[in-house]
């Protein structure tokens, strides 16, 4: 079971990362407290797992990310653990700039799960 220390940890790591390209990312609500330790993704999603996830998203698709635009959505989908996690972008101002939040709305482990989303970005 991820516990919530584990996932403030987990966002700043990649947020760390992201920093100087003017990106971040941020777990929603939903995705916390209502999808991430769902007995439903069997097996149960392990911290390490999404680490995994989100190191290769920032080695192969950080460029693709940076050419999102305001209110783009898109999806990242692990080939290996099968775990899904639709997302949305926010580009706001911050101190003069421009900054990109994306948004990962929900977390499942569904290997055959159907995005809507025509932007996916394979780990």
């Known amino acids: 079971m991820i516990t919530p220390a584990q996932i403030t940890a987990l966002e700043s790591s990649v947020n760390e990362i992201l920093r100087r390209h003017n990106m971040s990312f941020k777990l929603s609500k939903h995705f916390v407290k209502d999808r991430m330790n769902d007995s439903r993704n069997n097996p149960l999603i392990m911290i390490a797992e999404l680490n995994s996830i989100f190191n290769r998203l920032t ?22 653990s099968h775990i899904n996690m639709p997302c949305a972008v926010n580009k706001v101002q911050v101190d003069g700039g421009e900054h990109q939040e994306n948004i990962v709305i929900t977390v499942m482990r569904k290997k055959d799960w159907k995005s809507k989303d025509p932007k996916e970005f394979l780990v």
């Open 59 to 80: 080695a192969l698709h950080l460029e693709s990310l940076k050419k999102l635009k305001h209110h783009d959505s898109f999806n990242i989908r692990c080939t290996v």
